[in-house]
């Protein structure tokens, strides 16, 4: 890794190079290369060689009979599922457009599961077609399954997302714990369960989410020793012993300056060692753990031209080709409550050191669209590339590409 001479952060994304003209590279290449590639910025890149390290990284670190999973909410660009799918153990989906993408990749079905709150009838018909896994979200959701299921004479296949009573602490996003749109409220499970046999729906398993970006493995390990708990102590309430149990994901990168990365491996020894005490009713069970960010986040960049730079009451503004239509958790408006820097450089002049501190902003006609407030730079001229590093997740499919009607940006897997 090379770190780049300027800018602010204690933890840089790893894998990134620079060549000897100092041109940041991606996947060995210089930035320059792909973006003439492209024909132009604005440009995504993500890099498969990181990807595919990153799910090595999580192999060695977790016990051998957990099964991977990738949220392709994350990154539903279709190269980046289809090279990530057999990689993996299974993909997580969140609606019908991304259950097509799930299946063209060849992802087995079963190996596939259906979450969100919001399903349509036309959706769950589609998934119980093509024998993908419905994660139900409420009793309604399982009534209506089960009716479709019966008039399309084939089984569906369903598990049980469960709102645990407990929560992942210190989330960025929390999704389990008090009232919630997503799952079912645990003491409401039992119940579920009796009436899921009794419809005749083929119970596969529980899915229990309980929150996103989280960098504590205390915290982690807290939520994934409670979720294994409550999955076992449903289990006496189903009709069957539940051929795998999720008990979600949500393990965080490092987005901020003063963030660390997570302490992987501490994560891995505490789930292995918990996996030996394994309770009795899931000890047959598939343990699966799912993940978007962990996967994809730091293996993307994004690629904006300086098109102007100018001052203003003496602070300097870099004025990009991009912006916050493209990526806007980077603009600090996806979520966050306190707008914080996500790494940013000069891709063009990656080893050259801050001369100036700068604030690089988008071309949108909105005060919102900042990339980056007051980072130290070296001296930019238009044609010069700004590079937003950790774009690989939460970036363009988040984002509100229709605002201000610029053209969508390229995307690449490389
Ligand atoms: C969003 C989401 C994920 C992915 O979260 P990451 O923070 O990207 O890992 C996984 N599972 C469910 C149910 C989700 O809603």
Not at 96 to 117: D, K, Q, T, Y
Not at 186 to 202: D, K, S, T
Request: hydrophobic share 45%.
């Amino acid at each position: 890794m090379t770190a780049p001479a300027h800018g602010e952060q204690r933890y840089w994304p790893q894998g990134f190079g620079v060549t000897a003209s100092g041109v940041m590279t991606v996947g060995g290449r210089p930035v320059t290369h792909w973006i003439q590639e492209a024909g132009g910025t604005p440009l995504f890149l993500y890099d498969s060689a990181l990807i595919a390290a990153r799910i090595g990284e999580l192999r060695a670190a977790l016990p051998e009979r957990v099964h991977l999973h990738y949220a392709i909410k994350a990154n539903p660009m279709p190269d980046v599922v289809n090279f990530i799918a057999p990689l993996v153990d299974g993909l997580d989906i969140a609606s019908g457009g991304e259950l097509e993408v799930a299946l063209a990749s060849g992802m087995e079905p079963r190996h596939i599961s259906f979450a969100g709150p919001g399903k349509r009838d036309a959706e769950l018909a589609r998934a119980i077609a093509a024998g993908v896994v419905i994660n139900l979200e409420s009793e309604g959701e399982m009534r209506r399954a089960a009716r479709l299921s019966r008039e399309m004479k084939q089984p569906a296949l369903v598990a049980v997302r469960v709102n645990p009573e407990f929560e992942l602490k210190g989330s960025g996003m929390r999704m389990g714990g008090g009232a919630k749109p997503f799952g079912v409220d645990a003491e409401r499970v039992p119940a579920m369960l009796a009436e899921l046999g009794e419809l005749g729906l083929e119970f596969e398993g529980f899915h229990i989410f309980t929150g996103s970006q989280n960098l504590s493995a205390e915290a982690l390990i807290d939520a994934q020793d409670k979720a294994l708990a409550l999955a076992a102590e449903l289990t006496r309430h189903a009709p069957r012993p539940p051929r795998f149990v999720n008990i979600g994901g949500g393990f965080g990168i490092p987005y901020a300056p003063a963030d660390k990365p997570l302490d992987l491996n501490a994560v891995g020894t505490a789930l292995s060692a918990r996996l030996d005490r394994l309770e009795v009713e899931i000890s047959g069970s598939e343990i699966t753990i799912e993940l978007g960010r962990y996967i994809v986040g730091e293996a993307g960049v994004y690629l904006t031209e300086v098109i102007d730079r100018k001052v203003s009451h003496g602070e300097v503004f870099l004025i990009t080709d991009g912006g916050l239509h493209h990526q806007l958790a980077a603009s600090g408006n996806f979520g966050q409550v306190i707008r914080r820097n996500y790494p940013v450089v000069v891709a063009t002049r990656y080893d050259s050191p801050p001369e100036e501190s700068a604030s690089v902003v988008g071309c949108l006609c909105t005060p919102l669209d900042r990339l980056a407030e007051k980072i130290q730079v070296p001296i930019v001229e238009p044609s010069d590339v700004i590079c937003v590093f950790l774009a690989g997740a939460y970036g363009l499919t988040a984002s509100p590409t229709r605002f201000l009607g610029h053209p969508e940006p390229a995307e690449r897997l490389v």
